[in-house]
């Protein structure tokens, strides 16, 4: 039973797919938003903190009512995934939650339009001064000249940010007849919008010039903060507009308030604020050219009915182990494999933990060669899960496929991937080569073969994973269940010695291959015992053996039943 905690205010139609799936309960808590309007954050970290850490949460899904701390993941108990019902992940730690090897997913579809008509709305109602004249009526009032507006039919905007929502709101500005421009560094071409051709300027500081009113649809982030500042403000005409409906302080707050004072800004209209709710003596609340509403860019029936219903799917998806859809820290891992990418991935596991004892010098690299197109799409799934069992046995943090690789870069650890086409000569299979520290060799490696430790697997017709070298040792085993490898000098009597330690242990051998390396000067051969256990071999019987004369490495290791 999967358990999901609403923990901010989510449409009804999301928490009600929740309590109609039999194997999902949910736990609504829309109060977690007053309470930190009312006792602040560090009230909700201790209170969801202790949810969390009592373990039965497996899902959480918040909006940006409120935020989700290391404080608060510091214990997840069982949490493994936590949806944003919405676009913004700002107010979500994404660190701490792939540390923790928490999923992070967002709904970044469902609420584009909605939020593109309301900057939309507010650039139309900025211009016809909508809210002041709405204003002095309901005081009584009545002035026509005060509120004479500006028309939009050919104006220039500026979209700041050309993604889903920029465009969006980029092709409703051209319906309108305005000429519309953009800036995103990490859109390289002018962009064609039907029939229309929006011109794209390779800096901000070239586009503010060109533009009678911008609107801003880019995420926080260190480059956007206050991209729109005093400086920025210079370079602009005078008597621009500015509307933000994407997050607080990417327009910075002081400034534009100065700008407005000043008339280099004709007027504001904001949606979202630095600090939320803002002040409540905040000058953006009461300027007389700034338009305010309090984060309503995806509040509509329709975009909060979807993005309810997408985030509560996204969660038990994941937690089913049915798909990934949305992820925000974890790129690359599918869950959506053929069966043969399946087994293909728990070859990867397999390969790799059956190897990880034999890596005892640390690892600085490790290539991937994935031979075959098929498992192509499987690829970033089959390197994290190659991580994790390669790196596990050597950590105390618990590790998967969401945190291996922050974990791997943080340690300068490097994977490279090569995938390659079928040949005669080279099945579907997958070779893992394991690079110790660099400049590091083997102590003394008999055998060249023995610098790096590689290790080469495939899934034959029967889905069963089979591991066929480990480091110039051909073989051919299923890695399954308790097993033991084994490096001694190739001479008569090892396969007795190993069969007698173990009897003596009282530990049943179930299978045994033995593979034959020639020594490079030619000096002799040494042989790689791979046993299959009945139960595992303990600490004392590897050290007894390890002692035994003509007993190179021994090394055991636990993996799932095929
Ligand atoms: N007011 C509200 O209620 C809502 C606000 N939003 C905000 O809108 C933002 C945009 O949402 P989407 O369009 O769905 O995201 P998106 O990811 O489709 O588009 C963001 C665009 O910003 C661009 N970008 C990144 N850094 C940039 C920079 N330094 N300068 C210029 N462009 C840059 C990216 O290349 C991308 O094309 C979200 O991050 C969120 O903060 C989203 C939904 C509702
Ligand atoms: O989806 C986003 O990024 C939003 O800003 C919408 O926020 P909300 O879910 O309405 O608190």
Redesign the pocket.
């Known amino acids: 039973m999967f358990t999901l905690l609403a923990a901010d205010k989510l449409a009804q139609e999301g928490l009600d797919f929740i309590n109609s799936q039999s194997d999902a309960t949910l736990l609504d808590r829309p109060d977690l938003v007053d309470l930190k309007k009312e006792k602040g954050q560090e009230a909700v970290d201790e209170e969801v903190g202790k949810l969390l850490a009592a373990g039965g949460v497996h899902a959480m899904a918040v909006r940006?009512g409120i935020k989700v701390t290391p404080a608060m993941l510091e214990n997840p108990g069982n949490l493994k995934v936590i949806a944003r019902a919405?676009?913004?992940?700002?107010n979500i730690d994404l660190a701490a939650a792939t540390d923790k090897g928490i999923l992070v997913v967002n709904t970044?579809?469902a609420?584009?339009i909605?939020?593109?008509e309301?900057?939309f709305t507010l650039m139309m109602a900025l211009l016809r001064k909508v809210g002041p004249a709405y204003k002095t009526m309901s005081d009584g009032g009545w002035d026509r000249n005060k509120f004479k507006g500006r028309q939009l039919h050919g104006m220039t905007v500026g979209v700041?940010?050309?993604?889903?929502?920029?465009?969006?709101f980029a092709e409703r500005a051209l319906a309108f007849g305005m000429t519309v421009v953009g800036?995103?560094?990490?859109?390289n071409t002018d962009i064609q919008l039907g029939s229309h051709t929006v011109k794209t300027f390779r800096t901000?500081e070239e586009m503010v010039p060109h533009v009678d009113v911008m609107s801003?649809?880019?995420?926080?982030?260190p480059?956007?903060t206050g991209?729109l500042n005093a400086e920025t403000f210079a370079l602009c005409k005078k008597g621009v507009y500015v509307v933000n409906?994407?997050?607080g302080g990417i327009v910075d707050e002081t400034d534009i308030v100065a700008a407005c004072d000043s008339g280099q800004c004709a007027g504001a209209a904001l949606?979202?604020f630095t600090s939320e709710p803002p002040a409540e003596d905040s000058p953006l609340r009461t300027h007389p050219n700034i338009l305010v509403t309090p984060?309503?860019?995806?509040?509509t029936e329709e975009?909060q009915t979807a993005v309810s219903v997408d985030a509560a799917k996204a969660c038990l998806s994941y937690l089913r182990g049915e798909g990934i859809s949305g992820a925000v820290n974890a790129g690359g891992v599918r869950v959506d494999l053929t069966d043969q990418q399946a087994a293909y991935v728990s070859l990867a596991d397999r390969m790799a933990r059956l190897i990880s004892p034999m890596v005892t010098r640390g690892v600085s690299e490790l290539d991937i060669e994935i031979c075959g197109v098929e498992l192509g799409p499987a690829a970033g799934t089959i390197e994290r899960t190659a991580l994790v069992g390669l790196l596990q046995r050597h950590f105390d943090t618990p590790l998967n496929v969401i945190n291996v690789g922050s974990i791997a870069d943080s340690r300068d650890i490097e994977t490279r991937i090569t995938k390659l086409d079928h040949a005669k000569s080279a099945p579907t299979q997958l070779t893992f080569t394991i690079h110790g520290p660099k400049g590091c060799v083997d102590d003394a490696p008999d055998h060249e073969a023995d610098k790096v430790r590689k290790i080469v697997g495939r899934v034959y017709d029967d889905l069963q994973p089979r591991v066929v070298e480990i480091n110039g040792y051909a073989m051919d085993m299923v890695p399954a269940g308790h097993m033991a490898i084994i490096q001694n000098d190739d001479r008569p009597g090892m396969i007795g010695l190993v069969g007698s330690e173990f009897g003596k242990a009282g530990v049943n051998i179930a299978d045994m291959t033995i593979s034959r390396r020639e020594n490079a000067d030619g000096s002799g051969a040494t042989a790689l015992m791979l046993l299959k256990l009945d139960e595992a071999a303990s600490y004392e019987l590897n050290d007894a053996l390890g002692e035994r004369e003509g007993i190179l490495k021994i090394a055991s290791v636990h993996l799932p039943e095929a």
Do not use: C, N
Not at 160 to 168: C, D, E, F, Q, S
Not at 216 to 221: A, E, G, R, W
């Open positions: 940006s919405g676009v913004g992940v700002d970044a579809e609420s584009t909605t939020t593109a309301h900057a700041v940010g050309l993604g889903r929502i920029g465009r969006t800036y995103d560094p990490f859109v901000f801003f649809h880019v995420p926080k982030t480059e956007t991209m409906a994407a997050r949606d979202v984060h309503l860019g995806a509040s975009a």
